[in-house]
């Protein structure tokens, strides 16, 4: 009965929490890989979570995805904070204008009656025009805001897939794989250890930032990401986890 699945989320709850080592960890029942509009679900739930902690002064940085896409679509908008700013935490990503975390920013901004600042700038870049670009001042502004970031809300790849998607160069895939990336979270590439194994040339949070963030919450669905997530929440212990079910068991099994 009801109870009983409510007291079985719970424990499962406390126990992926527990294996992680982690603040928080929120279940939706069911499995997305069955039923995926699961996504919606689990996005929704981590737009409610986030409102409970957001206050108004704080500095929010996003990621692009189409589960944040889901979370910005899913996020009320009754109640007005309007001296809150929001950022994306890297350059766009590919061409999804849609999902890119400039388009995802701009939704929560206009829902939150809050600030927002773009960051208009490719993913991928040569070394120096990256350089000279985040020089210029309104770039560097919505950096320095990054750093400063109290809540990071954020989504989490598979390494081959996020790599694929990039559609990075055949070569370049071989070797983040072959480094033992599993995990990939703001265009940084984790072994199962935590461990930066590769990084896109872009701009955005760095990894002291995110280590050092109070409140970090990653939102996905899928127990195909359940490796990736588990080699990300070695990096910061604040970490606030919204998933499916069938995920948090994955995470169970995961050595
Ligand atoms: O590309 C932005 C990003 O947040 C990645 O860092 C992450 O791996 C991915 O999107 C998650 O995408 P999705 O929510 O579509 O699975």
Redesign the pocket.
């Known amino acids: 009965d009801l109870m009983n699945e409510v007291m079985g989320l719970s424990k499962l709850q406390n126990r992926v929490k527990e294996k992680l080592g982690i603040k928080k960890v929120i279940i939706i029942p069911g499995n997305y890989e069955k039923n995926e509009s699961l996504l919606k679900d689990v996005a929704k739930q981590g737009a409610e979570y986030f409102l409970s902690i957001l206050k108004d002064t704080n500095i929010v940085s996003i ?6 896409l889901e979370f910005a679509n899913s996020l009320r908008g009754d109640k007005k904070y309007n001296q809150t700013t929001i950022v994306p935490a890297r350059g766009g ?1 590919g061409k999804d204008v849609e ?1 890119q ?1 400039n388009n995802i920013v701009a939704i929560v901004g206009k829902k939150l009656g809050a600030h927002y600042k773009l960051l208009h700038i490719p993913d991928e870049l040569g070394v120096e025009a990256m350089k000279t670009l985040s020089l210029e001042p309104e770039i560097k502004k919505t950096l320095n805001y990054i750093v400063d970031t109290d809540i990071l809300v ?4 598979r390494a081959d897939e ?1 790599a694929t998607r990039r559609k990075l160069p055949k070569k370049q895939v071989e070797e983040i794989l072959s480094k033992g990336a599993v995990g ?4 940084y590439y984790f072994n199962k250890d935590g461990e930066i194994v590769y990084e896109l040339n872009t701009v955005g949070i760095n990894l002291e930032t995110f280590k050092s963030v109070k409140n970090n919450i990653a939102i ?1 669905a899928g127990a195909s990401k359940a490796e990736a997530v588990t080699a990300i929440s070695k990096v910061n212990d604040n970490m606030v986890i919204v998933t499916d079910e069938e995920s948090a068991y994955k995470i169970l099994e995961i050595n």
């Open positions: 990621t692009g995805g189409s589960t944040m990503v999902t975390a954020f989504g989490i790849g996020m990939e979270a703001f265009g996905f």
